[in-house]
C-alpha cells in the first residue's frame, strides 16, 4: 500500500483560482519532463461566483494553463509556463476558432502523429449563452501539439455528439492507442435533448459515457458504442477513463452520481469497445478508514460538496499494478486511493492520501508513474489561508511511493 508521500505546490498564488486538472491532462515527455494542463484565473474571493464553476463561474475568467517540470514534478517553474486556450476572448471569437474545424480542417492539416513520444492532445470545451438570461451551450473540441506543449495547432477538432442537439465532452485522462495504432476516448454524452422521462416524471437527457474512435491521429472523432449510463434516468455515470490490459480487455472506470448508486465503478469490454459488461463498483461501504476521522469533522466540517467521490482517475503501473486515485468531498476533506493486483478482479480498501482540505472544493487528480512503484499526481486543492469561502484554491501535487 502506501509507503511515503511528499506533498508539494504546483501552482499557487492569493489572487487566482487554480483548479480542474482533470479537464486539462498530465503528459510525461521523458527524462523527467512532465506537462499538466489545467484552469486559472484571477479570483478576489469575495462572493460566491468569485468561486463558482463554469458559465457563471471562474471557468470563463480562466485560461488553460500547461505547467512544466524538467524533474519529474518536483519543481516547477512559472516561466514555462504556455496559455493553451483563452477562455476570456470575447464569445463570437471562441465560436469562430472553434467552428474553424467545419470549413478550413481540410485546408489546414496539420501532421500530428499521436503515438509520437512529443505529442500531446487536449480536449476542451467553452460555454456561450444559449439568448437566455442564465442558459448556456457547451461547445467541445481538441487541439493537438507535436512538439510538447509548446506550440498547438491553429485549427481545433470540433466534438460532434451523437445525438442533434445533445452534448459530448472528454475529460483528460489519456486515449488508449490501439495495436493498429488507432485511438480509443471515452467520453461524457449529454444524450438526447432534454425530454420528460415517462418513467421517472422528470426532465431527463439519459446522459451517459460513450466510446469513439479515431483512426486519423485525432483529425476526426467517430462514436462507436454507449458505455454506461445510469439505468434508472436519474443519475448519470462521468469522469470516464480508458485502460487496455496486456489481455486486450478494455476497462472504462466511471462515478455513477445519483440514481442507481454513487460510486467509483469499472465495466469491461473484449471485443475492443462494441459491447460492454455491467458497470461494477470498486469501492466498498463499510471498509473506509475516513470512518473514524469523520466523527472529529462532524461539527466542524464544511459538509459535502455534491457527493463524496469525485474524479476516479486510473493508471496501470509498470509491474500490473492498477491505482485509482480519487477526491473526497466529505469530512475529513482529501485525496485517496484502491489498488488492485490482479487487473481488477479484486480491490483494495481505500487508502487515504491527505485529509487536512480546508473544504471539499478539491480533486479532478490526473497522475502518472515516474518510476517503479512512484506516482506523481496533481490536483486542485484548498487550505485555510484566510482568503474566504474556505481559501485558496490552487494545484496542489503528491508523490506516492507505493
Known amino acids: 500500500m502506501i509507503k511515503q508521500v511528499q506533498h508539494i505546490v504546483v501552482d499557487a498564488d492569493r489572487a487566482r483560482y487554480a483548479g480542474h486538472p482533470r479537464q486539462g491532462g498530465i503528459f510525461d515527455f521523458g527524462d523527467g519532463e ?8 484571477p479570483c478576489a474571493y469575495q462572493k460566491q461566483t468569485d468561486v463558482q464553476h463554469d458559465f457563471h463561474g471562474y471557468h470563463m475568467r480562466s485560461q488553460v494553463i500547461l505547467a512544466r517540470s524538467f524533474d519529474s514534478g518536483v519543481t516547477w517553474d512559472r516561466a514555462n509556463d504556455v496559455v493553451v486556450f483563452d477562455q476570456t476572448m470575447a464569445e463570437p471569437d471562441r465560436i469562430a476558432f472553434i467552428e474553424q474545424a467545419a470549413s478550413g480542417r481540410e485546408i489546414a492539416r496539420e501532421s500530428i502523429d499521436l503515438n509520437a513520444p512529443d505529442a500531446a492532445i487536449f480536449f476542451g470545451r467553452t460555454f456561450v449563452s444559449d439568448g437566455t438570461e442564465d442558459g448556456f451551450n457547451t461547445i467541445s473540441f481538441a487541439l493537438r501539439s507535436a512538439d510538447k ?9 470540433k466534438l460532434q455528439p451523437r445525438i442533434s442537439g445533445a452534448s459530448v465532452h472528454k475529460d483528460a485522462h489519456p ?9 480509443l476516448g471515452a467520453m461524457s454524452h449529454g444524450g438526447s435533448p432534454p425530454h420528460v422521462d415517462p418513467v421517472i416524471g422528470a426532465i431527463s437527457q439519459n446522459p451517459n459515457v460513450s466510446l469513439y474512435g479515431s483512426d486519423d491521429h485525432g483529425l476526426t472523432w467517430e462514436p462507436i458504442s454507449i458505455i454506461c449510463n445510469d439505468p434508472t434516468g436519474i443519475g448519470r455515470a462521468t469522469y470516464a477513463a480508458l485502460i487496455l490490459l496486456p489481455s486486450s480487455r478494455l476497462q472504462c472506470y466511471t462515478l455513477n452520481i445519483g440514481g442507481l448508486r454513487d460510486a467509483i465503478q469499472m465495466c469491461h469490454s473484449d471485443d475492443g469497445g462494441y459491447s460492454w459488461s455491467t458497470p461494477e463498483p470498486i469501492v466498498r461501504w463499510g471498509r473506509s478508514p475516513w470512518a473514524r476521522r469523520a466523527r472529529q469533522h462532524a461539527v466542524t466540517g464544511q459538509g459535502a460538496f455534491g457527493k463524496f467521490h ?14 485509482v486515485l480519487f477526491g473526497r468531498r466529505k469530512p475529513p ?5 484502491i489498488l488492485s493486483e490482479d487487473d481488477g478482479d ?7 492520501i491527505r485529509d487536512d482540505a480546508s473544504g471539499p472544493d478539491l480533486a479532478y487528480p490526473v497522475a502518472l508513474e515516474t518510476a517503479p512503484g512512484r506516482i506523481f499526481t496533481a490536483y486542485y486543492y484548498m487550505l485555510d489561508d484566510g482568503n474566504g469561502f474556505g481559501g485558496t484554491r490552487f494545484i496542489a501535487g503528491s508523490h506516492i511511493d507505493l
Open 149 to 157: 506543449g509548446h506550440t498547438w495547432e491553429s485549427v481545433p477538432t
Open 175 to 183: 486515449l488508449v492507442t490501439m495495436p493498429d495504432g488507432t485511438h
Open 310 to 323: 469525485r474524479s476516479p482517475w486510473p493508471i496501470r503501473l509498470a509491474d500490473g499494478r492498477i491505482v
Open 34 to 41: 512532465i506537462a499538466v494542463l489545467y484552469n486559472r484565473a
Open 333 to 337: 476533506y482529501g485525496m485517496g486511493l
Open 346 to 352: 479484486t480491490w483494495s480498501d481505500q487508502q487515504i
